[in-house]
C-alpha cells in the first residue's frame, strides 16, 4: 500500500471550473507539500502545510492532520494550470520525502 | 538566478558507460537529493546528502554513487549505465524539515 494516494489520477475540466485533487497519507507527517509539474517542465513547490489552509492566488490548499487528508483547490481554473499536480509528506522523523503518483489535469479552453 | 542548477540538461550514453550528473547550488542549503521520475512510479528517491561528505541511500539506489565534497555541489554518478536508468533526473534542495523544496530544473538520460 502506498504511502500517499492521490485521487484522481486524471482530471479534465472546462475552463472556469473548480477543482478538486485530494491527497491522503498513511503516515504521521510534520507538513505536507504540494507540488506543480508542466509537461516537459520542472517542478515548482506551490504549498507547504501542517495545518489549517493556505492561499496563493486561485490555489488554495487544506490540511487535515486527524484525518491525515489534504485538498488542493483552483478556482476559476485556465488552460495555464494543466499539470501535474504532487502531494508529498517527509518520512517522519527522516528528512525525506514520499510522493503521491500525481494527478494529470487537463483544462480546456 | 535560479538557485539551484542541474547539468547536463540532456543525455545519450551507451551501455556500460559511467556517467555523472550535476547538482550545483547557491542556497547554502544543508539538504541535497536526487530523484528519478519514470511513468507509473512518480518520483523516487535515489541518494540524499545531509551535509559536506554524509550521504544515505534512497529506495532506488542500486547502481547508483554520490558525492558531496562541498555544499554547493552533489554529484550523482552511474558507474556503468543500463537502459534501466533511463529516466528523468531531479535534484532538489532544502533547508531542513520545516521548510520546502526547491527542484531543479531535471536532466533527460537515455542509455542505448
Known amino acids: 500500500k502506498n504511502e500517499v494516494e492521490q485521487s484522481p489520477q486524471n482530471l479534465t475540466a472546462q475552463e472556469g471550473e473548480f477543482i478538486t485533487i485530494n491527497c491522503s497519507y498513511s503516515v504521521g507527517i510534520s507538513a505536507l507539500h504540494w507540488l506543480q509539474q508542466h509537461p516537459g517542465g520542472g517542478i515548482v513547490s506551490l504549498f507547504m502545510l501542517s495545518s489549517g489552509k493556505k492561499k496563493h492566488g486561485r490555489l488554495i490548499a487544506t490540511i487535515n492532520i486527524q484525518e491525515k487528508h489534504s485538498s488542493l483547490h483552483i478556482t476559476a481554473s485556465h488552460p495555464r494550470d494543466s499539470a501535474v499536480y504532487i502531494c508529498a509528506v517527509p518520512i517522519q522523523g527522516a528528512q525525506k520525502l514520499v510522493f503521491g503518483q500525481g494527478t494529470r489535469l487537463t483544462i480546456n479552453p | 538566478d535560479a538557485g539551484i542548477t542541474q547539468s547536463p540538461r540532456h543525455k545519450v550514453t551507451e551501455t556500460g558507460t559511467p556517467v555523472t550528473l550535476r547538482c550545483h547550488q547557491t542556497?547554502?542549503?544543508?539538504?541535497m537529493y536526487w530523484y528519478r521520475q519514470d511513468p507509473g512510479h512518480g518520483l523516487r528517491l535515489i541518494h540524499y546528502s545531509y551535509g559536506v561528505k554524509d550521504t544515505d541511500k534512497g529506495e532506488v539506489s542500486d547502481g547508483y554513487s554520490v558525492s558531496r565534497s562541498k555544499t554547493e555541489d552533489f554529484l550523482l554518478t552511474l558507474e556503468s549505465a543500463t537502459s534501466s536508468q533511463t529516466s528523468v533526473y531531479f535534484c532538489a534542495i532544502s533547508r531542513g524539515r520545516d521548510y520546502g523544496y526547491t527542484f531543479g530544473s531535471g536532466t533527460r538520460l537515455t542509455v542505448v
Open positions: 542556497e547554502n542549503h544543508r539538504y
